[in-house]
């Protein structure tokens, strides 16, 4: 296998996606989360499998910081109650794990943030389309095209490829860039003394 080869195309797909028109779109993202942080509302991010896991990184970035030592913003990943999501996903429907916690915990002014690389995973297009019902502002992660998940959101971030693993490689960079400039515009641009450092191996224990 050509390690270089998968570098090369992950490369390719992250400069194909970063257009201009996706460079407002990011910017679009980081203002409606700043105004809903600023305004005491919270985002509810939520996907399945890998995108779940990416819920969970953006809302660990945000509650806990990204690269400054600062207050914690209140985001949800809907991904990291299990028992809920097992339960209801049982009793019910998985189909409905996310919708139904869009009507529990969403209130009007919050941001859904849903991620699909498909576009068309059902549980998180019923989810936006709750949250788009409820009053909520909507932000959606997927691969080219966007998906079904497109009529429901505010905000389109779709990754300039058809292939799994490339477009999770763009909404990494692309969540890591609105966690930067979300800090930034709510706290300040970094400085030595505010920015967060990781401790030398030896420190780690």
Known sequence: MRYRQTFEQSAKALQQTCTEDYENKIEAAVGMLTEAFKQGNKLLAFGNGGSSADAQHICGELVGRFLLNRPGLPAIALTS?????????????????????????GKPGDVAWGISTSGNSENVVRAMRAAKSAGLKTIALTGQGGG????????????ASTETPRIQEVHLVTYHAICAAVEEKLFGAPKESTVASVPPASAAR
Do not use: K, P
């Not at 079904?148 to 990754?159: Q, S």
């Open 148 to 159: 079904r998940v497109a009529e429901h959101c505010d905000v389109l971030l779709a990754a």
């Open 81 to 105: 109650n299990q028992t809920l999501m097992t339960a209801w996903g049982n009793d019910h429907s998985f189909d409905s794990i996310f919708e139904r916690q869009i009507q529990s915990f």
